[in-house]
């Protein structure tokens, strides 16, 4: 079996991946890519582009803790060392930025994930020889 590249796709990259990192059908771009805040559709509703086979696996968490990771790093290291605050405040605002920002990024790296897939999928077909 061969792995054939084709550009037959005329969806533009950025257009993927804007559509797809807002949680919407890269193909189309007018319905939602995910139901109950992470759960990926089978089917869109618009254009009727199947997503079922597509797995974005740990690729999503691992994006969310590199980004969050990166955002709370530096802020940690600058302000905890002069912090005048009271150790509780450090040990609750901390670990809910890191929270919250986890839960922000999540829904849209796994909409970009799935987003990236789908478009690599669309550019190779598999043919058996
Ligand atoms: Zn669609």
Known sequence: MTVQKINHNPIDLWQVVRRSFL????????????KNYIAQIDKC????????????EDGPA???????????????LIYEPNATWPEWVSMTLWPSLAAILSLIILPR???LFIGM?????QNTIKTKN
Request: hydrophobic fraction near 45%; include cysteine.
């Open 23 to 34: 949680g919407f059908c890269p193909n189309c771009g007018k319905a939602r890519l995910l």
């Open 45 to 56: 509703r618009h254009c009727n582009e199947s997503y079922a086979h597509i797995k974005a």
């Open 62 to 76: 691992w994006l969310s803790i590199l980004l969050v990771g990166h955002i709370l790093a530096p802020l940690l």
């Open 109 to 111: 790296a796994k909409g």
């Open 117 to 121: 897939i789908w478009r690599n999928m």
